[in-house]
């Protein structure tokens, strides 16, 4: 398979500049190096610019409800666990209106990949503050900047225990597509934090001509992404530095939800009454 | 294959020539994308130009696939667009609505530059004599076409000072 087999003949609709064209010609380069047919992905996102995301490819898509990708993608992942589940959105759909959700699926710990695609802003609605907006924002909705500090997604995810958790960049393509590869290999619930520009809304100093000065591999910095502890003090460096690449995988990752499931499965099989006999429980002798 | 790096140094000629050609031919699909986006986003003149450069990208890609079959006839290609990153297309966030035909010639100005400087690079990796020419020369291709898009940079008339933003409405979101 080649990236190009990965990509749908709809045309992206998104701003021109947009980060986003770039994470997901990223995630067709990571796709076409698994090498699973397009039939067999699904692709779950909520609502947004880059929830538009899965029309983009020629996986099944299911471009579905704002902040419900998450729930969505493991009911589908739990129901077919055979295919290959990505699910990506906002940092608003994921952090704000899903947010609830995510540390569910971190705890439940299902073979899928979360990309959010975190440009601090809300950009189809025109601008607003969103869960990641740095503090001092000013927009439509905090016009004399914002009060909050910002939810930190890399802090978040790490802090209930996710098995794998990166950061990557559009600019730094190959590193991205990199990361994005390795998220889909993890066995278990991996994230994806990509600081995509908004260059309609975002502030100057977030777009990938910054990016390009400012980020930081963590190949380069020596880190040893088995170190959980590490990971989390990196992580609190959002906002203020582009740490990019994986912050933490775990070294022995946990059996997933679904592979416990249909162990529970096989177990219970076991005692089960033969199905010409299940009429016998409401049958009186 | 994959998310993995080119290895530059271990390119055969056939190898060389077939990543030439899809060099160019990813410099032509990203000047048709961007076109596209531009003429969704109301900017003509600037997705005009870029039409241009599809063009002339695909007949760059052309002649080089005309001379890799002559030479290799229908041997078959080991080389991916897979192991390519932007080496001569744009970058995606080289576009802008409003961007003016300058501002448009100016993004493939740097794609050119992209593009030598690749090359320059590759040139200290390769060993292989007959890949070492051809990138010699291809390299100084893409010189010559810096200093073609310089010349009709050029010929344009002087740049405007206004700022399209500063006449359309704002993002509903900004001051």
């Known amino acids: ?285 | 294959m994959g998310t993995t790096p080119l290895d530059i140094s271990k390119l055969t000629l056939v190898q060389a020539l077939d990543l030439a050609v899809l060099i160019e031919e990813e410099a032509r699909d990203r000047y048709e994308e961007l076109a596209d986006q531009l003429s969704l986003h109301h900017t003509p003149e600037a997705a005009a130009f870029f039409k241009k450069m599809v063009g002339i990208e695909e007949k760059h890609r052309q002649a080089l696939a005309d001379r890799r079959k002559k030479a290799f006839g229908d041997q078959k290609r080991t080389v991916t667009r897979d192991l390519l990153f932007d080496v001569e297309a744009p970058d995606y966030d080289e576009a802008r609505v409003f961007m003016s035909v300058h501002e448009a010639l100016r993004a493939s100005l740097r794609s050119e530059e992209k593009a030598h400087a690749f090359f320059a690079d590759a040139l200290g990796h390769v060993k292989d004599p007959e890949v070492r020419h051809l990138f010699e020369e291809l390299k100084a291709e893409e010189a010559q076409h810096q200093t073609l898009v310089k010349a009709e940079l050029a010929k344009l008339p002087a740049e405007s000072k206004v700022n399209p933003l500063d006449y359309s409405d704002d993002p509903v979101g900004e001051d």
């Not at chain 1, 699926?105 to 609605?125: C, E, H, P, S, W």
């Not at chain 1, 502890?229 to 906002?239: F, N, Q, T, V």
């Open chain 1, 1 to 285: 398979m080649e990236a190009k087999d990965y990509k749908s003949s709809l045309k992206p609709i998104w701003c021109p500049g947009c980060g986003d064209f770039g994470v997901v010609q990223g995630i067709y380069r990571a796709l076409a190096a698994i090498g699973r047919p397009p039939h067999e992905i699904a692709f779950i996102s909520g609502i947004g610019c880059s929830s538009r995301i899965p029309g983009y490819t020629t996986a099944y898509g299911f471009n579905s409800v704002h902040g419900r990708s998450l729930p969505i993608a493991q009911g589908v992942k739990l129901s077919n666990p055979e295919l290959l589940v990505l699910c990506a959105g906002g940092d608003g759909d994921g952090f704000s209106i899903g947010g609830g959700h995510v540390p569910h699926a971190v705890r439940r710990n299902m073979d899928l990949t979360y990309i959010v695609m975190d440009n601090q802003v809300y950009g189809l609605t025109k601008g607003q503050l969103s869960p990641t907006s740095p503090r001092g924002l000013k927009t439509i909705t905090s016009p004399y900047g914002s009060l909050e500090d910002p939810i930190n997604p890399l802090l978040y995810v790490l802090a209930y225990g996710c098995g794998f958790v990166a950061q990557a960049t559009p600019a730094d393509m190959p590193g991205m597509a990199a990361v994005i590869e390795e998220a889909i290999r993890y066995p278990g619930f991996s994230f994806v934090n990509i600081q995509s520009p908004c260059v309609t809304y975002g502030e100057d100093e977030q777009q990938l001509t910054e990016h390009k000065k400012m980020m930081k591999p963590l190949k380069s910095l020596g880190h040893d992404q088995t170190d959980q502890l590490r990971a989390m003090d990196l992580a609190r460096a959002y906002g203020k530095e582009l740490y990019t690449g994986v912050f933490y995988k775990n070294p022995n990752p946990p059996p997933t939800y679904e592979a416990m499931v249909k162990l529970r499965q096989a177990e219970q099989a076991k005692g089960a009454r033969p199905r010409e006999r299940v009429l016998d429980m409401y049958l009186q002798k």
